[in-house]
């Protein structure tokens, strides 16, 4: 099996898990229709605006295959994934720029929502994941489509696997904690009985499950932004920490998503203020991901390289010197910046 | 009832919001009351907002310490915007009087805020569980049944049932009251103090640490050794004291790189290795490391990495009487970072009749571009190796600035005083030289020799001192921080009372006392206590 095949195979599978989360997708919506349709008796059964509404079986049925086209579509992408890493000469984890990252960041979200649903009532949140997961994968082929490329030297580290799988889990365990408080926010201002926002939980249940999703990205946020960063960047960078502007971005996020946290703990911010605050920690995580792109070239995060703007120079990374005597080609860290 | 308060999520800070400014202060009164502003809840909240909004700027103008020549473009770019960035520490944000004050700020809220809270767990660490309320059943989590067992029974069994579950059991009159969790405010005290010393940890390394960058040519003849004068340039911390510099030298024995010539990942480069050979102090044994990146090596606290490459041409300039003016490799800086086109300067003073001075570009795989058309534009390289290259170079005689003892670049020609040499047509003249090619030069000034290719590295060399300290700080805050997000403080009591029909009424209550104590939990946990209370066990027993 050559290298060419793989790449096909996952770009296929990537197809595949969307095509999957599409169909996903219509079966939540057609439960959605479903409940909006139900008989108004049934609806009125249900005590108050914030009961659970008993859905009739065909919605039932759409409900379930909603979610089993969602594991489905989840094993597929994995297998997308791996196919992807093996299509690089040499193997290496599919992690090496703007689109390999988007497809691993959608299989940790779908991934996450996945599982919870094992543990936690949280099928609700279905239509909202996979309308995300398929938007995602949909930009990733319409924006970053990228070839396989071999890693760079200085991508190439066993710190991309921890640095990177931290991220990667922290981003998705954030994006399902923005959705929820996203929800929140629109539960809230609400009054409608029936549809979609009348059948996910109230909103203290809400805004728990929120800052749970918090309360685990967080962490793991810091493990990657604050110590395998810091650590990895001493090693290819030769300082720990550059003021990189992905570097800048990621210590934004860590310090907004401290305020969500410590303003939830103490100052008992919770519902509306604590959800803005999750909004803006995602904000800045997405525009850290994607947006500080076209802001910045001076980046070392090479895999961003794509959107970045035309520069004629990569100017050596060593402390302030005069601007001549200071061009030096940095080694490894990108190829085609210009 | 004063017990149900929360008082640990009440934490004294809390209150300084509500105090009100008093009407008459005298200067004392107001060194607290900004003391109590400083260090409330939200004065810190503000705080680290503001510092991630402190932060934007950096992010997207470029950095004086970062990217200096993107700073002089910018300055070029915008020069009426530029004197009011610089006024306002725009190109340095990250050591700007603004930026540090709130961090300088944050780290004294900080403080306020821990020191006092200190006190408070040093108290609440050795207290007791609170004795049970009057009214059990009152509380959101609460359950009850009835046994024929006697009340000192059941109280023995809950007292034991509870420790085993490591709670803090003390035995009251007609209950077991218990409390657990206690080490989340430990958590949230070390991720606190864990902070503060992260950045004690960072700011020992920005003060006594040096960051500098060498471009040493390849071969054995071009040693390296730390010491302050062999530096192209250095970033010294504010207290950083050249004794700490460690003695050791090395030389770049070798350079390898692995260029890709096809596919669609052509012309990019993987693989480097500079092979050091380096000694740890004067005298000392020779040992030999392959420099690559990802893997600097470490002389004690020093570390040595690659940080870039380039080509030398071997240039050899006899003047116009035969002599050898200048010879050796030049380095050549590059200007694309892809093709290594590069722009470098080679200066003869002592050439006669005239000083003579080389400008020009060096090619690796020299080619011709071609426009739309065909037909041959600019000269270009097209790959990074050196498979075909040409060094093409314009010349200038006359004074290039050097007798009068001001230091001056060795990547600049200073032409204000020198003239281009021009061929009979008025035209520059200018030369495209191969390996081992010479030309002779326009009125009798000597002749160029390009004799063959070097290479060379930038090294960088740096000493971050309490980077060991830094990382140990966040390792201590993530410690801290699982602690304070996953344990969960709560409260349990359990009373027993004999009834008058002679049966025991057994009472349970909890109450959780974090933040996002999750209902489903709780009632786990209720229902496993009172299962052991019943002499039952559950899965969670079993397991």
């Given at each position: 099996v050559t290298d060419e095949w793989w790449e096909v195979f996952s770009y296929r599978g990537v197809i595949g898990a969307a095509v999957l989360y599409f169909l996903a997708m219509l079966a939540y919506f057609f439960e959605l229709a479903g409940l909006r349709s139900a008989p108004k008796e049934e609806q009125e059964g249900a005590v108050g605006a914030q009961a659970v509404l008993v859905a009739p079986p065909r919605t039932a049925v759409a409900a379930r295959l909603g979610l089993v086209l969602t594991g489905f579509a989840v094993a597929v992408h994995l297998a997308a994934l791996v196919a992807r890493g093996l299509a690089a000469d040499p193997n290496r984890v599919p992690w090496g720029n703007m689109y390999e990252f988007t497809i691993s960041g959608t299989f940790v979200v779908a991934l996450i929502f996945v599982l919870s649903t094992l543990r936690i009532d949280i099928e609700w949140l279905g239509p909202l994941v996979t309308t995300f997961v398929v938007a995602a994968l949909m930009a990733a082929f319409l924006g970053l489509d990228d070839t396989v490329l071999p890693l760079p030297d200085a991508l190439n580290s066993p710190w991309l696997v921890i640095h990177v799988v931290a991220a990667v889990i922290s981003t998705g365990a954030f994006t399902v904690g923005a959705l929820l408080s996203g929800l929140y926010l629109a539960k809230a201002r609400s009054t409608s009985t029936t549809g979609y926002l009348a059948r996910v939980p109230d909103l203290k249940v809400l805004d728990r499950l929120s800052y749970r999703m918090h309360a685990f990205g967080f962490p793991v946020w810091t493990f990657a932004v604050l110590i395998t960063g810091p650590i990895w960047a001493h090693q290819a960078w030769g300082a720990y920490w550059n003021w990189d502007p992905k570097e800048v971005w990621a210590f934004i996020t860590w310090v907004v998503?401290?305020?969500?946290?410590?303003?939830?703990?103490?100052?008992?911010?919770?519902?509306?203020?604590?959800?803005?605050?999750?909004?803006?920690g995602a904000a800045t995580l997405w525009f850290n991901f994607i947006g500080i792109n076209f802001f910045s070239s001076s980046s070392q995060h090479s895999y961003a390289e794509g959107a970045a703007p035309e520069t004629s120079v990569v100017v050596g990374l060593a402390g302030p010197v005069e601007a001549a005597e200071e061009v030096g080609v940095v080694v490894g860290s990108d190829h085609a910046r210009t | 009832v004063t017990d149900l308060q929360p008082d640990l999520r009440h934490r004294p800070s809390d209150d300084r919001q509500a105090t009100a400014l008093p009407p008459d202060l005298n200067a004392r009164e107001l060194a607290r009351w900004s003391w109590r502003q400083l260090t409330s809840m939200r004065t810190a909240l503000v705080l680290l907002l503001l510092l991630a909004l402190a932060s934007i700027p950096g992010s997207v103008i470029p950095q004086e310490n970062i990217d200096s020549l993107a700073v002089s473009q910018w300055r070029d770019n915008h020069p009426r915007l530029a004197p009011i960035w610089d006024r306002l520490d725009l190109f340095n944000v990250y050591g700007s009087v603004w930026f540090s004050a709130i961090y300088i700020l944050l780290m004294i809220s900080l403080v306020g805020c821990i020191i006092p809270r200190l006190f408070v767990y040093a108290r609440a660490a050795r207290a007791r569980p609170p004795k049970a309320p009057r009214h059990l059943s009152r509380l959101p989590e609460s359950t009850s049944y009835t046994t024929d067992e006697a009340p000192e029974v059941v109280l023995d069994r809950a007292a034991k049932a509870l420790r085993r579950k490591r709670f803090r059991v003390d035995a009251g009159d007609d209950s077991v009251d218990a409390e657990r969790g206690h080490l989340r405010e430990a958590g949230n005290l070390v991720f606190h103090l864990a902070v503060i010393v992260v950045l004690v940890g960072v700011a020992v390394g920005s003060l006594f640490g040096y960051k500098g960058g060498v471009i040493m040519l390849n071969g054995e003849d071009y040693g390296f050794s730390n010491n302050l004068t062999q530096y192209d340039d250095f970033a010294p911390g504010a207290l950083f004291d050249p004794d700490v510099m460690e003695p050791f030298s090395f030389s770049i024995t070798d350079f390898e790189v692995e260029w890709l010539t096809e596919g669609e990942r052509a012309g990019m480069a993987r693989e480097f290795v500079a092979e050091l050979a380096y000694e740890t102090e004067p005298g000392g044994e020779t040992k030999a490391y392959d420099l690559r990146v990802n893997h600097p090596l470490s002389i004690g606290g020093t570390d040595v990495f690659l940080i870039g490459h380039g080509y030398a041409p071997v240039i050899t300039i006899r003047d116009g009487d035969g002599e050898v003016a200048y010879s050796g490799p030049s380095v050549f800086l590059p200007t694309n970072a892809q093709t290594f086109e590069s722009f470098g300067v080679i200066k003869a003073p002592d050439a006669s009749p005239a000083q003579i001075g080389l400008e020009g570009t060096f090619y690796p795989t020299f080619a011709m571009g071609r426009d739309a058309d065909g037909n041959l534009t600019m000269p270009a390289?097209?790959?990074?190796?050196?498979?075909?290259?040409?060094?093409?170079?314009?010349?200038?005689?006359?004074?290039?600035?050097?007798?009068?003892?001001?230091?001056a670049s060795v990547y600049v020609l200073d032409k204000a005083k020198a003239t281009q040499v021009v061929e009979d047509d008025g035209q520059p003249f200018r030369m495209d030289l191969r390996p081992g090619d010479t030309v002779t030069l326009p009125d009798d000034l000597g002749t160029v020799s390009f004799d063959g290719l070097q290479r060379w590295n930038k090294i960088q060399v740096s000493r971050s001192p309490g980077k060991m300290v830094a990382l140990a700080g966040v390792v201590l805050a993530l410690l801290g921080l699982l602690g304070s997000l996953f344990i969960r403080p709560r409260r349990l009591w359990v009373r027993a009372r004999r009834q008058d029909d002679g049966t025991t009424l057994v009472e349970v209550a909890r109450l959780d006392r974090s933040s996002a104590g999750d209902p489903e939990d709780g009632a786990a946990e209720m229902d496993d206590v009172v299962a052991a209370l019943q002499g039952r066990t559950t899965k969670e027993d079993e397991s």
């Open positions: 998503y401290a305020a969500y946290l410590h303003a939830r703990a103490t100052a008992g911010w919770r519902g509306r203020n604590a959800a803005l605050l999750a909004l803006v | 390289s097209v790959f990074g190796d050196a498979f075909d290259p040409l060094v093409s170079l314009f010349v200038y005689t006359g004074d290039l600035g050097l007798d009068d003892g001001t230091p």
